[in-house]
């Protein structure tokens, strides 16, 4: 029989390029629940795989919440029908947040297009009449 392979935090927070602070803060918020030897946390595969899983609801704009929500759906014997509706409601709703994000992004942009345009607009014009009043 051969032992599970297990981490240490300093390990973890070096592979995701996360602090230990942040793993002890996943871990306060029940995201993650490790072992321990004497004092030490002693991470196995499953809280490394439920550390990358909320690493990567965090980069899709989900809350703590929703990301424990997820994860302690799978922590059963299968994925039933209302797990992954569930799912799928969060993430139609981050889809829903994101795509109108974007349509905000690209306004904004299109007026910082037009600002840029009516500057350089008038850096034309002050130095063309610069021009015309050296020459007379």
């Known amino acids: ?15 995701f390029g996360i602090t230990p602070r942040a793993i002890r803060f996943y871990e306060d918020q029940g995201l993650l629940t490790p072992d ?12 490394r ?6 690493l990567r609801g965090k980069r899709l704009g989900l809350t703590l919440a929703e990301i424990k929500e997820i994860l302690d ?23 829903a947040a994101l795509a109108q994000q974007l349509e905000d992004i690209e306004v904004v942009l299109g007026e910082i297009d037009m600002l840029e345009r009516q500057c350089r607009d008038l850096l034309d014009h002050r130095t063309s009449d610069q021009t015309k009043n050296r020459g007379t």
């Open 73 to 95: 759906m799978y922590g059963g014997a299968s994925n039933t029908a209302p797990q992954l509706d569930r799912f799928l409601k969060v993430l139609g709703e981050r889809r």
């Open 36 to 47: 321990r030897a004497g004092r030490a946390r002693v991470y196995s595969r499953a809280d």
């Open 1 to 15: 029989m051969t032992a599970e392979r297990t981490y240490t935090i300093t390990e973890l927070a070096r592979e």
């Open 49 to 54: 795989t439920r550390l990358k899983l909320s």
